[in-house]
């Protein structure tokens, strides 16, 4: 089974203060992502990563930094929290080669909270 | 800006109810999944459809593709108290990484 792991379920962080959220896969997949989910907003795209050391942004990476040094690990950085960060993080992967698209597999979440 | 946009929002079925939900896009795709997530969890991949398929069938879920229309409809037959959580529609772009999600249908089964 495809594994993806998130490395906290739950997060309490003051405003200001630098944040790192680690996402490790055990498929090979070439693709990862990072989205934040908020309510009413439904999933939206933050970074995502085609290959290591490639990344391109997503909808909203403002606040937002990420790296791939490792094909199986994604990490997301917010460099200075703040209280409009507070929100779920979903991490994702899967493969992709091309045009052609397959499903993506999610962690568990991280509920981040910045006070 | 979402492209993939589930109706309804939210469903209230009976057990044993079948329940139905849509979802609409804007512009040509590679294919189309749906994801189920359960309260505060991860999303969990259902079923995949591309862009040259009509219907698909997985147990109880039956997904159907209508590119004329740029639709996409999901059917849960025979639902459980299970079934509870959200849906979402996820809409790969022709010749792109990214995925589009929609912002969700939460679907509540009555026991």
């Known amino acids: 089974d495809v594994k993806v792991t998130q490395s906290s379920r739950y997060l309490v962080k003051r405003t200001g203060e630098k944040v790192f959220l680690e996402c490790v896969q055990d498929?090979?997949?070439?693709?990862m992502f990072w989205y934040r989910q908020d309510p009413g907003l439904g999933l939206r795209l933050i970074y995502f990563?085609?290959?290591?050391?490639?990344?391109e942004k997503g909808d909203i990476p403002e606040g937002y930094s990420v790296s791939r040094e490792k094909k199986e690990r994604f990490s997301l950085i917010l460099e200075s929290a703040s209280t409009n960060q507070t929100s779920m993080y979903l991490c994702?992967?899967?493969f992709g080669q091309g045009s052609r698209f397959y499903e993506q597999y999610f962690g568990p979440g991280t509920r981040l909270t910045v006070t | 800006s979402q492209q993939g946009e589930e109706d309804p929002q939210a469903l209230s079925i009976q057990e044993g109810e079948n329940a139905t939900m849509n979802c609409s896009y804007k512009?040509?795709?590679?294919?189309l999944q749906w994801y189920r997530q359960n309260s505060g969890r991860g999303l969990v991949h259902l079923i995949l459809?591309?862009?040259?398929?009509r219907e698909k069938h997985s147990g109880r879920l039956r997904v159907t593709l209508d590119t004329s229309k740029k639709s996409s409809s999901l059917l849960i037959t025979a639902s459980r108290a299970a079934d509870t959580a959200s849906y979402f529609c996820?809409?790969?772009?022709?010749?792109?990484?990214?995925?589009?999600f929609g912002t969700g249908t939460r679907l509540k089964v009555l026991a």
């Open positions: 990563s085609y290959d290591v050391k490639m990344k």
């Open positions: 459809i591309r862009s040259n398929e």
């Open positions: 994702a992967s899967s």
């Open positions: 498929m090979d997949h070439e693709n």
């Open positions: 512009t040509s795709i590679n294919n």
């Open positions: 996820a809409t790969a772009y022709s010749g792109t990484y990214k995925y589009i």
